[in-house]
């Protein structure tokens, strides 16, 4: 068995190897390729490759297609790509903010090389590619109708303000693809994405993001696979519009609980015949059988609006009344699957222990829960030019359904399927009076219903020193119920049933920024929080009697000479009260050497790097695999993580629109062997040194 094992592993290797080597000699010959065209042309060219046309050419150029009878916008865009022609290349948020398709090499494209695609400061992740984090900063979400639950999955799923719209004027494909490289542990995350128009007036888009590991210890694996479509129309007259979009996820995974006190002890002892990281015992699953949990669904949303006036559409500047409509239809499923419920083989015996809980007689194969929501929304925003104001109202219907797909026989908790609807009123204003101010504020209230009483208040405001110096404040209260999975649970293991009646989450946000590229960027947030719903060291819900208070200070700068840079974010964050409960770290810190090497000509750019990443110890939450979410440690045997320093070595290269990755991660047990202490969750440990390709690639056409 150890044969087959190892020359699997052998062949992972080689192909890694030979993928890596193609992909360098690959991109080094474009290089080449393009930089002895350069040199055969006298003429500049653009970020695409294509050649820009002198001024005598372009007057030339533009005659012809003038006498064809086409617009100045249609031959500058059309036929000839000037510098800044990736500017006709437009990415629009969720809620209507425009940003530009950037190819630009960066520090934080380093950071974003991950299965999230996001920055991971604040977040300790998992060994196993697109497994878990382990959050070290209180980030509140709240909803005026309750979540689902399932918070470890929360930085992987597509939500409605995740998803981007595009309004591009040639097709545009751009493909992210990340893998281990030289390791025990395989596994690739691939993220395409294809936009294109139909036309002037309709854009679409079609991507995939999937991802498949097998983790470094034993029956650590995941599998996700994330399908999104999106759309977005306007007429002629820009008088009508609308946009949406679909998406169907699921997100799995085969868990092992974390190692054994005897695997921790033997991980800890720095034994080279255990450096093959799957002789180590861990707590979940075996050879026989496998604990695992899925988190799926389905999306459809569509928003429309229409101009009451046409003679708005006319003139920008005028008063303008745009009716809205809003809908959504969402359906989730979780399902945990054990073989404790069906079996007595050694697995279940594991899995008994692990939860210190017995099943259920005639206990189902799963645990599995179902919640549909379906909302329509109605209103209209003024739009008032003399004093640069936009106002928005919405009244909102929702209807939400939470059930239980199969339920243990012998349990004598009555089954009670939490079904109801909910009438919102949701306000929204924009505030730009002068060039140098601006403010936006957001009220949303449940009137009546089955979370009637549920509102969100956010106001925020920034104030322009100058064009290099930005003032920025916010505030928020919230008043939202706890997730749907803390207040009702059916499971076939006895100790996890409950239904409770927990009081509204209120929660109070005070934040204060300063921003320059020149001095650096500060961020002073301060958080209270009342009847904070978390799960204790027996993994049940609670809810806590007295306040939360949390201070965090955040700290960034970027300073740079000629080729040179140094990246550093610092934050410091104090839980005055209520630590015992939301465990946090004091101290984080990530600091970033790196360089820009411009070769052949500019034709290819290098970026070495050197990052540090550090967070002082903290007594972090365990990862539940039956509820997909976090909880206190026993307190028996209480842990802590932290207080180590992760030394990452990282190359990247860009070669026109193409961004490549190397980075080996953790080399301090290369510099410290004596030193184990790098663990991303209490019982799971964080990477040993690894090789970690990945590659951006965008497409023009």
Not at 15 to 26: K, N
Not at 173 to 183: A, D, G, L, P, Q
Not at 208 to 213: A, E, I
Request: proline residues 4%.
């Amino acid at each position: 068995m150890n044969y087959f094992c190892k020359m699997k592993q052998t062949i992972n290797h080689l192909y890694s190897f030979l993928l890596l080597i193609v992909l360098c000699v690959v991109s080094v010959s474009y290089a080449y390729a393009q930089n002895y065209e350069n040199s055969m042309n006298s003429s500049m060219t653009n970020i695409f490759g294509e050649q820009l046309l002198t001024e005598r050419q372009q007057f030339q150029q533009d005659s012809i297609r003038r006498n064809q009878g086409l617009s100045s916008s249609e031959r500058t865009i059309y036929f000839n790509r000037y510098k800044d022609s990736i500017q006709v290349y437009k990415i629009i948020s969720a809620r209507g903010d425009t940003s530009i398709v950037d190819t630009t090499l960066k520090i934080s494209d380093i950071y974003r090389v991950n299965p999230t695609r996001r920055d991971e400061y604040g977040y300790m992740p998992f060994p196993n590619l697109a497994e878990g984090y382990t959050p070290m900063v209180l980030d509140i979400k709240p909803t005026l109708t309750p979540d689902y639950g399932m918070e470890s999955r929360e930085m992987y799923w597509y939500t409605v303000d995740d998803i981007r719209y595009f309004n591009v004027k040639t097709p545009w494909s751009e493909i992210m693809y990340h893998s281990n490289v030289f390791s025990n542990m395989t596994g690739q995350i691939l993220d395409f994405n294809f936009t294109a128009n139909a036309g002037k007036k309709f854009n679409f888009s079609v991507g995939y993001r999937g991802k498949r590991t097998n983790g470094l210890y034993n029956y650590s694996e995941t599998h996700h696979g994330q399908f999104l479509s999106t759309f977005n129309y306007r007429t002629e007259s820009y008088r009508y519009r609308i946009k949406g979009h679909f998406t169907y996820q699921f997100l799995s995974a085969s868990e092992n609980g974390g190692l054994t006190e005897e695997g921790d002890s033997l991980f800890r002892s720095d034994d080279k015949e255990f450096s093959y990281r799957r002789t180590l015992p861990v707590r979940l699953s075996g050879s026989d059988d496998v604990v695992g949990n899925r988190l799926g669904g389905s999306r459809i949303y569509v928003m429309q609006e229409y101009d009451l006036f046409a003679s708005a559409v006319k003139n920008p500047r005028a008063f303008r009344v745009t009716l809205l409509n809003e809908l959504v239809y969402d359906h989730k499923t979780y399902r945990y699957t054990d073989p404790a419920f069906s079996s007595n083989s050694e697995t279940a015996r594991k899995s008994l222990a692990y939860y210190g809980s017995n099943v259920y007689a005639g206990a189902p194969v799963s645990d599995s829960s179902i919640y549909n929501t379906v909302e329509v929304a109605a209103g209209a925003g003024v739009n008032f030019p003399l004093v640069n104001l936009y106002a928005q109202g919405m009244i909102r219907y929702s209807s939400t359904s939470y059930d239980y797909d199969t339920v243990a026989v012998g349990s004598s908790m009555e089954v009670e399927p939490q079904k109801g609807g909910t009438v919102a009123l949701n306000l929204m204003g924009r505030w730009r009076p002068f060039k140098y101010f601006g403010a936006d504020a957001r009220f949303d209230y449940n009137l009546s219903g089955e979370y009637s009483g549920a509102s969100i208040l956010d106001i925020s405001a920034y104030f322009k020193l100058t064009d290099d110096y930005v003032l920025r404040g916010s505030f928020m209260n919230a008043s939202y119920y706890p997730s749907l999975v803390s207040m009702y649970y059916r499971s076939s293991y006895e100790n996890f049933n409950w239904k409770n009646d927990f009081s509204r989450i209120n929660a109070t946000r005070l934040s204060v920024s300063f921003e320059s590229p020149k001095i650096l960027d500060a961020r002073l947030d301060f958080t209270t929080i009342d009847n904070y719903v978390y799960y204790d060291s027996l993994r049940i819900p609670q809810q806590y009697g007295e306040k939360v208070d949390v201070l965090s200070l955040t700290l960034h700068r970027d300073l740079r000479y000629k080729a040179f840079g140094w990246d550093n974010t610092f934050t410091y964050q104090n839980v005055s009260s209520g630590s015992s409960v939301m465990p946090l770290p004091e101290i984080m810190l990530r600091s970033t050497l790196y360089a820009h090497f411009p070769m052949f000509k500019k034709a290819m750019t290098l970026m070495p790097t050197l990052t540090l990443k550090y967070y002082s110890a903290f007594k972090a939450p365990m990862y539940n695999p039956l509820l997909s979410a976090y909880n206190l440690q026993p307190t028996a045997d209480v842990r802590e993580i932290g207080s180590y320093p992760y030394i990452d070595l990282g190359i990247s290269a860009k070669i026109r629109a193409t961004r490549l990755f190397l980075r080996l991660e953790n080399v301090t047990p290369w510099i410290n062997p004596g030193n184990r202490n790098y663990y991303s969750s209490p019982w799971h440990p964080y990477l040993d040194p690894t090789i970690r390709f990945g590659v951006i690639w965008d497409w023009f056409n």
